[in-house]
């Protein structure tokens, strides 16, 4: 099966991307989930990605935070089909000490894919000052280029 057959196969509902570091620097590793499958509202497939966050009873969903196209600040709108969270990665982008989430789409923009990059902070992640880029933002091919499939 070519890689082509295989993304185009995924149904968004079968697996999520996991990364695990400490986001906002008490000493716990918290958890990025990708859920690509995730509906929002009427938007079948949309996705999103949830941080949980660890805590020295361990991971317990207390604190919880989703985020996907639709929450204020996210560029970008929920469309069908999207599965934003498809790939994640928890890494710090910036430099600043908090750990970043980096969110992948590769069926974003029919199928030319994108990446999203929510900034750590103290109390977790936030979508303030978040942004998006697909393949010819670094000046690569882009129709078809499924940009943001592996992160890590």
Do not use: C, K
């Amino acid at each position: 099966m070519s890689v082509d057959e295989r993304y185009e196969r995924f149904d968004g509902r079968s697996s999520s991307a996991v990364s695990v570091a400490d986001v906002n620097g008490d000493g716990f590793g918290d958890i990025a989930l990708g859920i690509p499958g995730e509906d929002i509202g009427d938007i079948t497939d949309a996705g999103s990605v949830a941080l949980v966050p660890g805590s020295a009873s361990g991971v317990t969903g207390a604190g919880t935070q989703t985020f996907h196209q639709d929450t204020a600040g996210v560029p970008g709108v929920a469309e069908n089909g999207d599965q934003f969270g498809a790939s994640s990665a928890l890494l710090d982008l910036d430099g600043d000490g908090h750990t970043d989430l980096a969110a992948g789409s590769p069926a974003e923009n029919s199928w030319n894919g994108a990446v999203w990059v929510l900034r750590g902070t103290a109390t977790g992640l936030t979508a303030t000052s978040s942004l998006a880029f697909g393949a010819g933002g670094p000046s690569a091919p882009a129709t078809g280029a499924r940009f943001g499939a592996l992160l890590r």
